[in-house]
């Protein structure tokens, strides 16, 4: 296990990915104020998201040279970033202090191994795989959840021309149609992890802007490519 830096106690817990540091915590809030009604599966909006990564018109393009990988994201979005916070305990060397090999680890990985934006009502992050340094970062996104009923979905979706299952995960107040939160991802072949999570109730939006932000997340995954 990764010895981290901080510590997540929950009833109930849901693998997702990392909390970037410059990013909004994403615990699932207080519910006091909000009002959803849970959607069927035939009301509830299938995902559409080009066929093949594109370069998007107006999008600027994040680049990852350490690892080898692109995505774009508009302009709008806040660009989210975070590098190595922990490792696993038994790859500390002998005589070695673990401040001294956290500073070897920083020196080696030097660009971020958990990318991602935020939107208003939701954000997407990118986790790179283990042997690209990802064991030594995280973790990123959604790590845990309380005790809630879960309605899980899937849906096809492609990256970097790999045909792919994108798993979404909708959060409920136990025994009522009170939506709370949602959250998706993938991985890919490569072990890079992809995912996006709500956070529409922290900011008094609606359920409806969530959806609106999370179109604009999938066309986000669909641009990630890896760079020649």
């Known amino acids: 296990m990764l010895r981290r830096l901080f510590a997540l106690s929950v009833p109930v817990l849901l693998l997702a990915c990392n909390t970037l540091s410059s990013a909004t915590p994403a615990a699932v809030p207080s519910t006091s104020s909000v009002e959803a009604t849970r959607l069927s599966p ?3 909006p299938t995902p559409t ?3 093949e990564p594109t370069s998007i018109p107006g999008w600027l393009t994040y680049h990852n040279a350490m690892i080898g990988y ?3 994201y508009p302009p709008e979005a806040a660009l989210t970033m975070s590098g190595v916070t922990g490792y696993p ?3 500390l060397p002998s005589g070695v202090e673990p401040g001294q090999f956290i500073a070897t680890l920083e020196a080696t990985y030097t660009e971020a191994l958990c990318a991602g934006i935020e939107l208003p009502s939701a954000s997407f992050v990118l986790w790179a795989s ?3 340094g990802g064991r030594y970062a995280g973790p990123c996104g959604v790590s845990g959840i309380g005790v809630y009923d879960i309605q899980t979905e899937q849906s096809p979706i492609t990256i970097n021309g790999e045909a792919l299952t994108l798993k979404t995960t909708r959060v409920y107040e136990v025994g009522t149609d009170t939506l709370v939160n949602e959250f998706g991802g993938v991985s890919l072949s490569d072990g890079t992890r992809l995912s996006f999570m709500s956070h529409w ?3 008094g939006l609606t359920y409806e802007d969530y959806l609106a932000d999370r179109a604009i997340l999938l066309q986000v995954m669909s641009s990630y490519r890896s760079d020649p």
């Open 130 to 132: 283990d042997d690209e």
């Open 42 to 44: 035939t009301e509830i």
């Open 201 to 203: 109730q922290e900011h």
């Open 49 to 51: 998201v080009p066929p």
């Open 89 to 91: 305990t038994e790859e």
């Open 70 to 72: 692109s995505f774009d």
